[in-house]
């Protein structure tokens, strides 16, 4: 039986800012077995989605009575390295408030190149190294880390731009949404969880079909979770086989929905 209701994939996008209509950023969802559609933003002026309002949306959704799971393609934290070189506890509620202190990136003509310049924020007392790396990235394999700015695929701008709207929508939801696996391994069944992905992984696996590479992207989200959950092995992703040490260490940086633990790989366990 399927742990979820429904599911929503975003292909995420760091250009511009809060409230730019973005091509690139990019919604789709599928009730229960249905196949994933496109979700549009509310008619106006702007063509696109913003990053308010995809946030926006999100907090409605996941207020609904429907057990939700969301996959949005950025970083939701950083290596351990950062917070030990910027002395800050390894607590992620903790993190996302400094973080938005720092790169208030969720405030109104705001870019995150502003930050960057020193323009606006103090991004400069919070900066980290394009070398550090999370674990699930290095595990991933091919994810870049959150710092390599300026480079084809890069997740670092996306991720600048998209971590004060998790705070948004924590503040918001509070407990109605669970952030996985910040929040714990163990999903309690009927929440509606969020979670970080990484298309990469599952994109090639389904047609392309006249979709561009940000529809595309988020309409593998959706299709990979809704088969994964349905099909039985969604358990074992939420679940991953790290050592203890590990998991404590993804309760800190987060981890990549998806990426397997070391004995799942070698199986070649997948949906």
């Known amino acids: 039986m399927a742990a979820f209701a429904r599911y ?11 409230t730019a209509s973005l091509k690139g950023l990019r919604a789709y969802i599928a009730e229960g077995a249905a196949p994933p559609v496109e ?19 999100l907090v409605e959704r996941l207020a ?11 970083g939701f934290s950083f290596p351990l390295r ?14 996302l408030d400094d973080f938005q202190r720092h790169w208030p990136t969720d405030e109104d003509h705001t870019y995150v190149d502003f930050v960057r310049d ?17 674990l699930t990235e290095a595990r991933a394999g091919s994810a ?3 710092f390599h700015f300026d480079v084809q695929g890069q997740v670092a701008k996306s991720t600048h731009a998209g971590i004060p709207w998790l705070r948004f929508i924590r503040q918001r939801l509070g407990s109605r949404a669970y952030f ?3 929040d714990g391994w163990g999903i309690p069944a009927g929440r509606s969880v969020i979670a970080e992905v990484y298309p990469a992984l599952w994109s090639r696996s389904f047609a392309k079909e006249g979709r561009t590479g940000d529809q595309h992207d988020a309409f593998s989200i959706v299709a990979w979770l809704s ?39 070698t199986k070649g366990v997948g949906a």
Not at 118 to 131: H, W
């Open 144 to 146: 870049k880390s959150v």
């Open 64 to 74: 609904e009575d429907a057990p939700t799971l969301v996959g949005i393609d950025h």
């Open 118 to 134: 020193g323009a606006v924020g103090k991004g400069a007392a919070r900066a980290g190294n394009s070398r550090w790396r999370r």
């Open 39 to 57: 979700v549009l933003p509310p008619p106006s002026p702007r063509k696109y989605w913003t990053r308010r309002g995809i946030a926006e949306w």
């Open 227 to 265: 088969l994964a959950d349905r099909q039985g092995s969604l358990a074992a992703f939420l679940d991953p086989d790290l050592l203890p040490e590990e998991r404590a260490m993804a309760q800190v940086e987060g981890w990549i929905l998806g990426v397997p633990g070391p004995a799942m790989a």
């Open 8 to 18: 929503i994939g975003i292909d995420y996008s760091g250009a511009e800012t809060p």
């Open 82 to 95: 950062y917070f030990e070189t910027h002395h800050l506890l390894p607590d992620w509620p903790a993190f």
């Open 180 to 182: 996985w696996p910040f």
